[in-house]
């Protein structure tokens, strides 16, 4: 039962953190129509960055330039390429995404080389027990953070000007353009919104109990995609179910890996996508997305 | 106001679906623009707007101006902060969002917080069915709800000059009568319109001016209340008499412009 508990609150906390990533996927993909394929290059540059500059500049100011560098990259995104392929096809789109991808992923994992670079997280590797169940500081202090970040972003998308502009935008771009909003700024937004997100997931996913950071990194933020697909590709609330239930079910996965071992070892890294694709043969659109979803 | 000056777009470079229209709509008038489908109506009110790219269409020749700005290089927000706001064909109200959600959107163009505040009373006044409905989404609307919603939407902006495209489509004719008696309201109240109907009863009723397009040009122009007894508008558009000969002759023409639009 203990461990089973543990698992969960484990899986709960990593799912948190891939559903800070897989709203950021939301959010592009509702703003600017686009699937955007550039969020685990982001995420690797946004810890790249902190490790880099932690040992000069110290660490919380490294986290603050870390974060303002992934919004940065996404934006600059946006605005060279996707703002200027406007109408372009969507699959069109999600191709130059991976291009971008590629290119910047490339040349981080050349930075960073085979080595794994050390985020000097102030609340190190130790982790605590709450009632006999076993999580690691980071991990803690991740749900915790993430929950926030969540709150506050749906805050934000249902009442703030910029959520309406958003969700108005996203229904209907020509008659939100009549209305006097100016999509391109709504897009830009979303991207920068969206590049935070990345950098604080990509934050707590390089501190314990993963040995910090590595090309390997970059996997994980790829696991948040199937988060965002299986939720919903145009909604918010699918893209936090989706991602706890990925969360979850990897960790369950890598927890009961004895009882697994008859699909062979690791089937953790994989469970996400089968929970997707069984998912989505249920529900094509996803859990929570709109049909409508298929006319694009 | 506004005048238009031989304006040509085309759709795609291929398809002209205005050709050489002149107009001018005199501040504080209602103007109507009657015409069938792909007269270039909506074409024109792209053209006002600035949506005409989101449809790959091209000013190629012609000025439309606003005042003294041309409007043909700005973009659909700069246009709306001019004080031109359209409410669209077919209403494309945000259908998941709530009503007073979608009168918000409607807001954004406005900067003036008091200006908002004075539209949300002006709305409501016109519409009270929308403040009892605030927070309904506004896909479960009625379709004349939808129509008064599009309206006060568009009133957000504070507008100076309201396009409104088809107001009357889909409507029932007791709801018609009402839209009618909503745009001369809002005319009184010193916003200055251009309707584009199909529906000539309705439109030549409200308006002071009207002009008739066919295939993208101008056919007849002059005083709403004139142009109501000319044999023309009676025939093609008030049904009197039948000029189906003309009108299949034509048909092939008209379809063309409407698909590629």
């Keep these: 039962m203990n461990q089973f508990l543990s698992l969960l609150l484990n899986g709960i906390s990593l799912g948190a953190i891939y559903a800070l990533i897989a709203l950021g996927f939301v959010i592009i993909f509702k703003a600017s129509e686009v699937v955007s394929f550039t969020h685990g290059s982001l995420l690797l540059l946004g810890a790249y960055s902190i490790a880099r500059l932690s040992d000069s500049i110290g660490f919380l100011p490294a986290v603050l330039v870390g974060l303002l560098v992934t919004a940065l990259a996404a934006l600059l995104v946006e605005r060279l390429i996707i703002n200027r392929l406007r109408g372009a096809p969507v699959i069109s789109l999600a191709i130059v995404t991976i291009g971008v991808d590629i290119i910047l992923l490339t040349e981080l994992i050349r930075r960073i080389g085979p080595d794994i670079l050390n985020v000097p997280h102030p609340w190190g ?30 805050v934000a998308f249902k009442y703030s000007s910029w959520g309406v502009a958003m969700r108005a935008s996203a229904e209907d771009g020509e008659a939100a353009a009549l209305m006097g909003i100016r999509q391109g700024r709504v897009s830009a937004l979303a991207w920068i919104v ?45 893209a936090l179910v989706g991602g706890l239930l990925i969360g979850i079910t990897e960790a369950m996965a890598a927890g009961y890996q004895e009882q697994l071992s008859f699909l062979g070892r690791g089937f953790g890294e994989v469970a996400p996508y089968v929970v997707m694709i069984i998912v989505l043969l249920v529900r094509p659109s996803g859990l929570f997305g709109t049909k409508e979803l298929t006319r694009v | 106001m506004l005048s238009i000056d031989s304006l040509r777009v085309t759709y795609g470079g291929a398809v002209e679906a205005v050709r050489g229209v002149s107009m001018e709509v005199p501040d504080g008038a209602v103007v109507a623009v009657l015409g069938s489908n792909g007269a270039g109506k909506s074409t024109l009110l792209r053209t006002i707007s600035g949506t005409l790219r989101l449809h790959r269409g091209r000013v190629d020749e012609g000025t439309v101006r606003f005042e003294d700005t041309d409007l043909t290089r700005r973009d659909p927000g700069q246009i709306v902060r001019r004080g031109i706001v359209q409410v669209p064909e077919g209403r494309r109200i945000f259908g998941r969002l709530t009503v007073e959600e979608n009168l918000r959107a409607g807001g954004m163009g406005n900067r003036d917080r008091a200006a908002k505040a004075q539209a949300v009373t002006r709305v409501h006044d016109l519409f009270p069915v929308l403040r009892e409905r605030s927070g309904q989404r506004a896909g479960l609307l009625s379709g004349g709800e939808q129509q008064m919603l599009a309206i006060g939407r568009a009133l957000m902006a504070s507008p100076r000059l309201l396009l409104l495209d088809e107001p009357s489509l889909g409507l029932a004719p007791r709801v018609i009568g009402q839209i009618g008696e909503v745009i001369a309201e809002i005319n009184r109240q010193g916003t200055s319109v251009l309707l584009v109907e199909q ?48 009108r299949v002759e034509r048909a092939p023409r008209r379809t063309l412009s409407r698909w590629t639009a």
């Design chain 1, 194 to 238: 969206a590049g935070v997100l990345a950098g604080v997931a990509a934050l707590f996913l390089v501190g314990a109990p993963t040995p910090g950071v590595s090309a390997a990194a970059y996997t994980v933020a790829l696991r948040a995609f199937p988060a965002a697909i299986l939720g919903g590709l145009d909604s918010t609330g699918g």
């Design chain 2, 199 to 246: 529906n000539a009863t309705m439109a030549l009723g409200v308006a002071d001016r009207a002009y008739v397009l066919d295939v993208g040009r101008v056919s007849l122009s002059g005083d709403a209340r004139e142009l109501a007894g000319t044999d023309e508008v009676q025939r093609l558009y008030l049904g009197h008499g039948a000029a189906l000969e003309q």
């Design chain 1, 125 to 154: 590797g130790d982790s605590v027990r709450i009632g006999g169940v076993g999580i690691s500081e980071n991990r803690l202090i991740a749900m915790g953070v993430a929950g926030v970040l969540i709150v506050a972003f749906f």
